[in-house]
Each structure stands twice: as C-alpha cells, then as structure tokens.
C-alpha cells in the first residue's frame, strides 16, 4: 500500500501539487486522471523519488520514501518496477537484454536461471519470438510490453505506469490495460497508473483519483465516474463526443 | 554572471564526477561495458587516427624540407623535427582534439539520448546509480584506449613520412638520422601522460554535457556541440600546464 500525505511541490513561485493526500491499496489498478498541465506526472515523479516533494509523507507500506538514506531509497526502489510513457528500453540492448537487465544487476541467479526468468516474464506478455530483436525494430505496442516484462522480472510490489497507452491504437491500448490489470492482480502489487485515456479509466479504474490545478478533486471507482456530478470531472471526462453519447444512452 | 556559471558548472561537474567515482554495483555488468566502450570509442577511432596520422605525418615532413632547405642544415634535420612535432604536440594533443570532435560528440549525444528517452530515469528507478552505470565504463575505457590511439598515430606519422621518402623528398636514410637523432625515450611518457589526462577531459566533460540535457532532440543536439566545444578548449588550456610541467 502507498500512502500519500499532504504532499506539496513548487518549481520557483508555481506550487503544482497543492497538498495531496491520498492512499492506493495492494492488488487494485489505481489510476491518477487529469488534464494536461494538472500535475499528474510531478506527482509520478515525486511518489517513484525522482523528485523530491517540499513538504509532506509518500508511505510504501508505512515506510517514509521522503526521509529514506541514500541507500534505503536505492533498496526500496528494487521493489519498484516502471512502465514510462516512452517505454524507455535501452536501445543498444536486444528485447532479451533489456529484460534481463534488473536480474543482472540486482539477482544473484546463475545465467541460465536469469535467461529462464526473463523469457518466462516475455511469456507472461505474450512475447515471445521477439527475443533477439533491438527495441528499434518492434512496434510501439512491443515495446510497451517488454517494458512491462522489465518491470516485473524482479517481482516488484509496485509498479508504476506513466501514460502507458501514449502513442498506441485503442486495440492495442486495450491488451497493454488487461495485461498491467493482469499482472496487478496476479501478484498483488500496488500498481499506479498516470493516464488520461478514458478507455483505460472504464476498463480498469478500480481506484481513480482526479487532480484538477495540482489539487485532489475526486476520488471513486470506474463505475461511480459515469454518475458523478463533480462538474470539473464530468467536464472532463465527457469533454469526448464519443463517451457524452454513451452517457445520454445509458440514461 | 559569467563567472558565477562557470563556478556552478565546476560545482555540477565535481558533484556528478563524485557519483561517477563509485565501485561498480555488479562487476560483471562493468566489465561488458568496459569492453563495450574500449570497442566503441577507441578501436572504431583507429581508423581515422591511422589516417590522418599517415598525411599529417607526410605533410610534416614535406613542409619542414621545403622550408628549411639550406645547405647551412644538415640533412637530417627534416626528420629530427618532424619527430618532435608528432611526438611532442600532434599524437598526443592535436589528435586528442580531433577525438573530443569524433567521440566527445558521441558520448554527449548518446547519453543525451538516454536523458530525453528517459532511460536513466528508468536506470535511477531500478536503484541503479546511472551516473556511475553509464560514465564510469566511458572514462576507464577512453582512459585506457587513447594512449594507444597516441602510439599507433606516432608510428603512422612516421610511416607517413617514409612515404615522402619514396615521392623524393628526401632520402630515407636522412629521415632516418633525423628520427633517431638525439632521442629522448621521456617525450613518448610525456605524450602518454598528456594522453591520458585529455582522454578523462573528452569523457568526463562529454559525459557531463549528456548526463544534463534538458528537453529534446534539440538540446541533444546543443549538448553535443557544447561538450566538444568544451573538451577542446579544456584540452588546449591543459596542454599548456602539462607540457610546462613535464618539460
């Protein structure tokens, strides 16, 4: 479970998260939803430690991540796993290679164990022929599942996922959604999903949080999201032709 | 202003270096990048280090006949000065140089790349020190590799400036003479350390270039001209010191 605890961040006179409070439990698909500009990536960013908040708690299991030792952060990250917006694979190394990589460094498994490891976690994305190719030469919906293979080849008990439908087709989007809200159940992580995809808010918004101006504005589930009367939310969420025709049928 | 940047960029480079200086988390993964990079930076520069040694090599000698050509001057002199020039000043500096263009470019914009595609973001998230994961394999490897790039280019100099020899411009038991005239075995150790230092100049500064890039393919690009800029001139300011010092 991650806690989040009135936590503030400024770049020089702009305050973007305005103290947010909030929790995301094991083994649920919790997404942060919200319009450009309203501070869902600073809050990603500060949560996996890659900034620093001004003032108040991220708890991982009650652990403050905010006032860890070098080292403390360095272990409590290897129980992190992250699926960036731009997949983020290292692209001198094949898709094997990338997977392998958190084993390499961090598993004391001899070579053949590491290898068994990381083709199982490409099987478990449905990946597997693609081993020996570079991330250049595989699509965007590839590479989004090898970064999820990297993520959890060392059983992470977070994983967090920036924009991870960014730049794919709905189909594909759709299989990268069930595949995270698979792999969450699977092995009960917390898993905290950064998008403004409606399509992934419907599917597997088991736990949404709204920010609105650095702000928390709304909390609910996918199902209390259709009848909310939040009017910022609704502004959003309907701001698509597609879903308002959607919302007047069911009505 | 101008003075204060250049004093927080030492401040950034010196507390980046700190990170860079840590023992490897996995030795094995080290050793694959330190080969990695010795092939990548130093053995795909031998090419053009061979090249451009060979003709300057020739070049040398062929001006210094055309120019001192006195019967006051003994024959010898043309390969006694193109030796102190390629030992002295181009193998070791002007071809350190030409590798902060051809590699410095190519430390800074690789991991520029890795900046802006968030590859080090996913390194730092994983609990790995990136600073150190990426930079460090560049620096030993450069280290290790530019002082034999420094030898092949003294070698190749002088087969370039045999091959004058074979054009007439001077005979090649003169050029000979000259080569082996007076020789001082410290000139080559004054090359190599000279070498050395240079090589921990184009990686560390290149590397601190890509480490800090900003935004896209732009700044990238920015970086990877600021970076040679930068190791060239901190190259032409060392070369004075250090051949002030081991003179």
Not at chain 1, 147 to 172: H, M, Q, V, W
């Amino acid at each position: 479970m991650i806690e989040l605890q009135d936590l503030h961040k400024s770049f020089g006179d702009r305050e973007v998260l305005k103290g947010i409070s909030a929790t995301f439990e094991n083994g649920r698909t919790n997404l942060i939803i919200g319009q450009s500009g309203s501070g869902k990536t600073v809050l990603m960013k500060n949560i996996v430690g890659l900034f620093t908040p001004d003032s108040g708690k991220i708890l991982y299991d009650g652990r403050n991540f905010v006032n860890m030792t070098s080292k403390e952060r360095v272990m409590l990250r290897r129980e992190m796993g992250m699926i960036f917006q731009s997949a983020a694979l290292f692209d001198s190394m094949s898709v094997l290679e990338n997977v392998m990589f958190p084993l390499d460094m961090f598993s004391d498994d001899n070579r053949t164990d590491r290898i068994k490891r990381a083709k199982f976690c490409l099987e478990r994305v449905n990946l597997t022929g693609a081993e020996d190719k570079f991330p250049g030469e595989i699509s965007g919906g590839m590479q989004k599942r090898v970064a999820i293979a990297r993520a959890i080849a060392l059983n992470p008990k977070y994983l967090f996922c920036d924009e991870p439908n960014s730049g794919l087709d709905p189909k594909t989007s759709l299989v990268i959604d069930e595949l995270i809200h698979g792999i969450t159940e699977e092995y009960d992580m917390t898993t905290i999903i950064n998008t403004h995809d409606m399509n992934s808010v419907m599917g597997i918004g088991e736990h949404i949080i709204y920010l609105y101006e650095g702000r928390l504005e709304w909390t609910g589930t996918k199902d209390e999201v259709m009848s909310t009367t939040n009017e910022r939310l609704t502004s959003f969420i309907f701001a698509s032709d597609l879903l308002r025709k959607v919302k007047d049928m069911n009505q | 202003m101008f003075l204060t940047n250049i004093i927080t960029t030492f401040g950034d480079y010196l507390c980046l270096m700190k990170r860079v200086m840590s023992l490897p988390e996995r030795w094995r993964m080290f050793l694959k990048q330190y080969i990695q990079e010795m092939a990548a930076l130093g053995v795909d520069s031998i090419g053009i280090v061979l090249l451009i040694s060979f003709f300057i090599g020739a070049v040398i000698c062929i001006q210094i006949k055309l120019n001192i050509a006195s019967p006051w001057m003994p024959a010898f002199t043309t390969g006694y000065t193109t030796r102190e020039i390629l030992l002295l000043e181009f193998s070791s500096s002007i071809m350190c140089l030409i590798l902060a263009g051809k590699v410095g470019s190519n430390i800074a914009s690789e991991i520029g790349t890795m900046r802006v595609t968030q590859q080090i973001d996913a390194l730092e998230i994983m609990g790995v020190n990136s600073a150190s994961f990426i930079i460090l394999p560049k620096i030993m490897a450069l280290v290790t590799m530019i002082p034999m790039l420094v030898i092949f280019s003294i070698v190749f100099g002088f087969i370039g400036a045999y091959a004058t020899a074979l054009l007439g411009v001077l005979t090649v038991d003169d050029l000979t003479l000259g080569l082996q005239h007076d020789f001082n075995q410290w000139y080559i150790w004054a090359s190599i350390i000279k070498s050395i230092v240079f090589a921990f100049i184009i990686s560390s500064v290149s590397s601190y270039h890509g480490y800090n890039v900003e935004g896209g393919s732009f700044n990238v690009g920015k970086a990877s001209t600021d970076a040679v800029v930068s190791s060239s001139v901190l190259i032409l300011f060392a070369d004075i010191f250090l051949t002030q010092l081991l003179s």
